[in-house]
């Protein structure tokens, strides 16, 4: 029913349905627990075999309503929020990969995700092997083992801008039965729904455009319900064999559809527990509600913002797929016809000190750890994020030690660019 809506209408209406005299604003189910009448229907609660909630580690009302505005927004079957983005990444992954397995990332990827697939979850006897982007299928393909159960990448690349083929490494990873999962936090649904394109789960940091306003970490996975699962029992045995801490359960079986995310509920969250809080969700729904009209004003401040900048005598070079120098363009008007995303990288021909220089200029951009929000806002990721490093592991980090990224706010573009041009007089 809600799939005949537009993502307009969606965002502020999806999730939360009022009965007669309910109240009109999704409430804060702020209960860790539920009451039932009966031990037996408790019982049968835990057995799965009756749905309800009854604690909030693993299921709040307040929780699902949101989980299911993005899950429509995203055209998926099911969804749940994390206490993180990088939870959410992680409960992704390891929902379909266990000690042996093995995963495909992009080089590219968040640097929080990196760190959590190459570094820990390879303490964890995942391991991974490390693909370009860019590479063709042929080299694609090549990286594959038999053990290998998922493709790991970024619409949008943080902070590189990287464009993903979605189609080509959709294909790529269905070859070898194994699923895609993409991570959307830079385009947000609004702007691409990789589901549409052959990605199989996708991952959110809700923390970034979603909640908006740089007030809460937070993280959802949605399933497209599009991978059969029950067709590799062998591949997937926690989703097609049996669940004994369930009593037996085959998720599969049980929940159709559903099973993944089911499983990632009620097996990963109940062990691992990295909800997010109702009061958060909350807001998180608030940022929701207008996420149809923020992003489409970041994307056109950012463009702007971007002509700007590449027009400047002092700036070396700019980085955004929303501009036709970028070698991403066609890729981002294949797949983000409306826009890309508010955040730009250049670097300017004065280098790295006349970076640190700029930035200490600035007035309405803030010097923050911090992307996606309505506030511009401005990080010198070899100077912050990435400062322990020399120039030549920054090099092999694929960071430019003078890359400054932008994350461009909804204010008025006039007053971003006023603000730019003063920085860089000094330059
Ligand atoms: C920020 C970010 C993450 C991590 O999210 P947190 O909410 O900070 O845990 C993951 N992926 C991408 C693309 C991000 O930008």
């Not at 409430?27 to 009854?54: C, N």
């Not at 690349?157 to 936090?185: C, G, M, R, S, W």
């Not at 826009?339 to 200490?360: N, Y």
């Amino acid at each position: 029913m809600d799939n005949t809506y537009t993502k307009e209408t969606l965002c502020v209406q999806a999730g939360w349905k009022p009965g007669n005299g309910e109240a009109r604003v999704l409430p804060i189910y702020q209960s860790t627990t539920f009451k039932y009448e009966t031990s037996e229907q408790m019982g049968r609660l835990f057995d799965l075999e009756e749905e309800g909630y009854f604690y909030t580690r693993l299921q709040n009302p307040t929780n699902d309503c949101v989980a299911e505005k993005i899950c429509v927004l995203e055209g998926g079957v099911a969804a749940m929020l994390t206490s993180s983005g990088q939870a959410a990444n992680h409960y992704a992954i390891f929902n379909i990969c266990e000690a042996g397995d093995h995963v495909i990332l992009s080089s590219t990827v968040y640097g929080g995700t990196f760190n959590l697939i190459a570094v820990t979850m390879k303490k964890m006897g995942i391991s991974c092997t490390i693909v370009d982007p860019d590479s063709d299928a042929e080299t694609l393909h090549a990286a594959f083992l038999p053990n290998t159960k998922c493709v790991v990448a970024e619409t949008i690349a943080n902070p590189a801008l990287v464009v993903l083929d979605i189609e080509k490494f959709a294909a790529v990873a269905h070859a070898h039965q194994v699923p895609l999962i993409v991570d959307n936090t830079f385009a947000t649904p609004i702007n691409c729904n990789p589901f549409r394109w052959g990605a199989d789960i996708v991952t959110h940091s809700t923390t970034k455009y979603m909640d908006g306003h740089a007030m809460c970490v937070g993280g959802a996975i949605v399933d497209s319900g599009n991978f059969d699962w029950s067709l590799y029992p062998d591949k997937f045995p926690g989703l097609c064999r049996p669940d004994d801490s369930y009593h037996g359960v085959v998720y599969t079986e049980r929940f159709g559809k559903k099973a993944y995310i089911t499983k990632a509920t009620v097996q990963l969250m109940r062990d691992l527990g990295s909800i997010q809080s109702p009061q958060n969700a909350f807001l998180l729904n608030v940022g929701l509600e207008t996420l149809h009209l923020r992003v489409p004003r970041h994307c056109e401040n950012a463009l702007r913002t971007a002509r700007f900048l590449e027009n400047h005598e002092r700036v070396a070079w700019v980085n955004y797929p929303g501009l036709e120098s970028s070698k991403y363009y066609e890729l981002a008007k294949k797949y983000m016809p409306k826009g890309t995303c508010g955040v730009i990288s250049f670097g300017l021909k004065g280098g790295r000190d006349a970076a640190a220089g700029m930035m200490d200029r600035l007035k309405l951009a803030a010097i923050v750890t911090h992307v996606a929000d309505v506030r511009t806002c401005v990080l010198h990721p070899a100077s912050h994020t990435h400062r322990q490093m020399n120039e030549q592991q920054l090099k092999e980090a694929g960071v430019n030690p003078e890359l400054i990224r932008f994350s461009v706010g909804i204010e008025s573009a006039e007053d971003i660019i006023a603000d730019l041009e003063q920085a860089l007089k000094g330059c």
